[in-house]
């Protein structure tokens, strides 16, 4: 079949929009690899069993849809060419603005183009962050009050309370596991270890009390048979603080 000239030119525009779409399929592939990971895990897995945000969705769906677009579009070309051709330059400019745009959908996210970093973490490290923000403020009020933070384990046992064992967002054989707390007396630096598993903050404090560092371990993923230490971003550039660590810092100096 022959082509006129404004059908040649609405191919040119489909195929400059599914190559933009297809470089970030990745995203759906990953999104339907951690479905099935998550939905068979094995008995001595950890899991984030609700890893699923808005971010996520839109991430996951971003190039079907662009996909499903770019088609109905180029449809359109063979009854309506000229509208077909509007419409495919319309979507040419739109695709790059959504994916600019879809780390609006995450509230946390500080990232430009959203869909070039990974956002299947986002669930954990927030539940995470949430978690390390609240420990924070405890033991901050209790420094302003005693003059010091705590530097034992009874005295930080009692400062944070049941706080410190609530429900994390791991599970593992199917079982839910609480958040753990660990006090480290170091010069109260970030503390990095090789973690057993997910959901242990680790309370680094200097041995004057003065000056204290949060840090927890983590999967960084939906699913994974061993534990790390929790990333800040998906992305960890050089100039990110603690290395790149999820980490709260309070000091009375």
Known sequence: MKLDGRQQAALVLALFLVVISGAE?????????????????GSNEFVVPHWWTGYTIISALFAPSWLACTCAALALCRRWPLFGVITLGAFLILEPISCASAPAADRDSQGFL??????????????????????????????????SFPTTDEALRVAVGDLAFETSPYEQGGKKLPFELRLVLNQGV???????????????VNESGRQFVLTMSG??????????????STFVGEKQPWGGLLASEESMY
Request: aromatic share 8%.
């Open 114 to 147: 959203g869909l070039e970093e990974l956002p299947f973490a986002d669930a954990e490290r927030t539940a995470d962050g949430r978690h390390l923000e609240r420990i924070d403020q405890i033991l901050k009020r209790r420094g302003d009050s005693t003059g």
């Open 190 to 204: 970030p503390y990095s270890a090789t973690p057993e598993k997910p959901g242990i903050v680790y309370y680094a």
């Open 25 to 41: 399929l990745h995203e759906t592939f990953s999104a339907i690899n951690y479905w099935r990971h998550v939905s068979h895990a």
């Open 219 to 232: 999967l960084n993923t939906p699913i994974s048979n061993r534990a790390s230490m929790m990333k800040a």
